[in-house]
């Protein structure tokens, strides 16, 4: 059923979302930044991932999203204190919700042990907020549900199934609306007084089933006579639900004797057949959502259906639109429409949901667009058309807007690293655990946008990079302590844009790279010479060799034989480079540096050799033409040129990329100098520059293979291909120490 | 009736602008500047709530009410989403409070 599987597919989608605001919010609570509105974000999270979970039936997901949530609700009335104790078991219980989210998401099973001690903990603290003895479960807070042949944990809260969860979509649709209650909920001043909130419980009520509420305001007195922390208000609700009334008293249980409470069954005498459960239909009416343009219904007085969440622009015209009718749905499905829906993110940013397959091909399309663009005009300008002709001014005009167009689909895809970066407290959590190590994580610029394509690319390397930055850059407790540093150790990983690229950086403030041990493991390993005079910076770089590794000992987190080479190649084919800063006590450095995006590049387009060459503008500072007394050789084939005050090395690229075995007179070209990620600079040598413009990066890997020196591949305005030249490769392969570095690495290949 | 019309533009009056956050904490504030504004028109801007709690939502209909009483006119202009969302939760609508009637 594809309706359905979107609709899950949706819901899975906003658990992750909720997963990450639950995850942030707790951190900021740990960090002492929380306010009440963090922890009621908190909660809302957890709850909304219980809410949905229930309308799937994922029963483990909601008992344990249930008890969660009551430990949440109890830190948010205040009577729970937001300790570090409490906010550990809380992140540990995040974790276990992520992981229960993922097991009903593939099918699998969570460690059920685990949730279930996490669940006695929790259970715990409940316990401990109401001033309890822990594990006894209260006449207040037991409640029925039914016998399960799963292990059982005592969370007070009723029995815990925790057998794998199946999930008959087919029953889906036709659930919710069995059980018909007309509720009367009337609270009093001392339920507000104790922090509940009678929009919460209704919320909750939501959750169950179709509800009608009706709010009766006949109590309200005159502002004259309000008493600002009164209750005045009724709520009559009429709910349609295939929970137990039970299930339906379970959400009056924390109100149940600060407000007066009616539930009774109502008799089936309607037909009642807009049944669905609103979280499904809430989901199907934001998969249907907004483009829809149908004027609002007209609602009559204070009658709202059940739809919590549906925002209303204008007060004029408030009527929350109506859940969508799972047929409708489906009709909306089977004309292809569907993909995509909007998403009321609770904030006021309207938000929409689209296929990635979709900005893509956009993407491919503005690509494509450019290109012809490109081509168009310069066959016009070939034809003769002059420059100055109201033709050439359109062409100009189309041109901006190709590549505003091309920056606006851009934006689409680019994203906070935030998302890779909230999964990352979780890992330092685990390897911390694992290695016995204290280890604080300190995030920078996690709002930094990226192109989606890279960030998805970038968890690996990162996480495998923070996993060694605790298992081999930080010390043990003890070690630290002995060298006069903290217990905790500091791992900092700091995200920021420069000259158009994302810049990654790890660090750690360990015990540095080990450079005697290192060099000699690569001696022992053959990767280098045993007589190779080595500096620091080509010694940090060992680690970097495929084969090389210093762990003594295998353990769970590194030395799997899985090296820092597997995280420079994925770096690499992404475009990026990564580097090591190494200070021996004080810690290591990675920085890693990455394109924005993997689909434009700004380049300057030069004459190699009969080649047409890209290079990509944000490498370059400037350009000169070398007069024969600013070029000195030394040393053989090598040279430098004169720039002002500096000598610069002069890399002749027609020779580095094999287009000529001569080397190329230095005045006769055009020297172009570059900076590489290092920020040392050199002088790339050309013959001529053709001009600069955006082109639309081709990978070269997918059509062809990899070549050394070069990045990538476009397409030019007459058609022809042009190669994107990886400036620091040249550069790096220009040098005698190069060289030798690229000899070491065939060594180790071999 | 430009008292139940909740548009920012047709009406005239004293604007306040609503605190974004209303909860349990908000309601006694609320109640004293909504007092020391009694008996003029005044004009809601409910544009930057971002929670509304029952308590506050009890005040603005009490406020209606009385604006109502005193023949002033009282209205909501530019509820936000969590304004009118908070409100949807509870069976109410920015319309449906403006038309409580005065209790006898």
Known sequence: MDAMAEIRQTFFEECAEQLAELEAGLLAIENGEADSDTVNAVFRAVHSIKGGAGAFCLDDLVHFAHVFETTLDEMRSGRLDSSDHVVKIMLRSADALADLVTAARDGGTADAERSGALINELKGLVALAKGEEPPAPSAGTAKSAPASDGPVYDDGMGDIDFTPVAVDLSDLMGMGGDNRFKIVFKPSSRMYAKANEANRVLRDVYALGEAKVVCDMSEVPLLTAIDPEGAYLTFNIELSTAESEDKVREVFEFVEFDSELSVEVMEDDDDGDDSDDPDIADILARIKAAPDDEGPEEVKEAEVEAKPAAPAKVAEAPAPARPAAPSEAAKADAGGDAKGGAAAGGGAAQTIRVDLERVDRLIDLVGELVIHQVMLSQRAYQAGLARASDVAVGFDELEQLTREIQDSVMAIRAQPVKSVFQRLPRLVREVADISGKQVKLVTEGEWTEVDKTVIERLADPLTHMIRNAIDHGLERPEERLEAGKPEEGIVRVAAMHRSGRIVIEISDDGAGINRKRVKEIAIKKGLVPPEANLSDEEIDNLIFLPGFSTAEKISSLSGRGVGMDVVKRSIQALGGRVSIVSRPGKGSTFTMSLPLTLAVLDGMIVSVGDQTVVVPLTAIIETLQPKASEVKSFGGDARLVQVRDNFLPLVDVARELGYSYELASATGGVAILVEAENGARSALLVDAIQGQRQVVIKSLEANYGRVPGIAAATILGDGRVALILDVDAVVATSRPEGNFFNSGMQHAAE | ?104
Not at chain 2, 17 to 41: F, I, R, Y
């Open chain 2, 1 to 104: 009736m430009p008292r139940k019309s909740t548009k920012a533009s047709s009406l005239e009056g004293t604007v306040y602008s609503l605190p974004p956050v209303l909860d349990l904490k908000a309601a006694t504030p609320l109640v004293e500047k909504l007092m020391s504004l009694k008996g003029q028109n005044i004009v809601l801007d409910a544009s930057k709530v971002e929670r509304l709690g029952t308590q506050c939502v009890q005040i603005l209909i009490a406020a209606a009410a009385t604006w109502k009483d005193d023949m002033a006119s009282f209205s909501i202009a530019e509820p936000s989403d969590s304004f009118t969302s908070g409100l949807h939760v509870l069976g109410l609508t920015p319309q449906a409070i403006l038309e409580k009637e005065v209790a006898q």
